[in-house]
T-cell receptor, first 113, second 110 residues
Framework: EPEVTQTPSHQVTQMGQEVILRCVPI?????FYWYRQILGQKVEFLVS????????KSEIFDDQFSVERPDGSNFTLKIRSTKLEDSAMYFC???????????FGAGTRLSVL | DAKTTQPTSMDCAEGRAANLPCNHS???????VYWYRQIHSQGPQYIIH???NNETNEMASLIITEDRKSSTLILPHATLRDTAVYYC???????????FGGGTRLMVKP
């Protein structure tokens, strides 16, 4: 069964450093999403991406965040200057146009020290 | 998005049916009911979704009341591996974001 793949599974970084979280969505899916979950809290929406542009973003997704689909398979989330409060699990999801079901990856645990 | 309310936690005996309720009294006519679950800190896993008819797949059954103000997710024979947080989400299926609440923490006990 096809699945969303995220790398790395765990990323440790120093405050102020840039990080790039990578996702390989399910092939032929056209909608892409990033969510995050701070330890012990709810899963929160960050951004959705369709047709090579952001379709929706939350208040969390400020100028420090950016997304990119650099090629036909990868979807990345970049945090320019990480803060301690960016420590969380980051989940990528993708969805096919007609299926209306978002499938999630296993997540990347980001630890900002 | 319609707000959904779920019990904070539930227990179920292994091998028995787990019935997880969800209230969505303000759901609009074009919002579907989606169920996801999250085991430990893994990514949310899709279970099932429906609009107004009852639905069944290999994982679960979804019963939606006729007025669509509430629904029940049924795991017919719960196993220890079904221990997870279960989320009920009402959403228009047009590429929109999913809004996760606190969900129901289901504990399946031997």
């Amino acid at each position: 069964e096809p699945e969303v793949t995220q790398t790395p599974s765990h990323q440790v970084t120093q405050m102020g450093q840039e990080v790039i979280l990578r996702c390989v969505p399910i092939s032929n899916h056209l909608y892409f999403y990033w969510y995050r979950q701070i330890l012990g809290q709810k899963v929160e929406f960050l951004v959705s991406f369709y047709n090579n542009e952001i379709s929706e973003k939350s208040e969390i997704f400020d100028d420090q965040f950016s997304v990119e689909r650099p090629d036909g398979s990868n979807f990345t989330l970049k945090i320019r200057s990480t803060k301690l409060e960016d420590s969380a699990m980051y989940f990528c999801a993708s969805m096919a146009l007609a299926k209306n079901i978002q499938y999630f990856g296993a997540g990347t645990r980001l630890s900002v020290l | 998005d319609a707000k959904t309310t779920q019990p904070t936690s539930m227990d179920c005996a292994e091998g028995r049916a787990a019935n997880l309720p969800c209230n969505h009294s303000t759901i609009s006519g074009n919002e579907y009911v989606y169920w996801y679950r999250q085991i430990h800190s893994q990514g949310p896993q899709y279970i099932i979704h429906g609009l107004k008819n009852n639905e069944t797949n290999e994982m679960a059954s979804l019963i939606i009341t006729e007025d669509r103000k509430s629904s029940t997710l049924i795991l017919p024979h719960a196993t220890l591996r079904d221990t997870a947080v279960y989320y009920c989400i009402a959403e228009i299926p047009a590429g929109n974001m999913l809004t996760f609440g606190g969900g129901t923490r289901l504990m399946v006990k031997p």
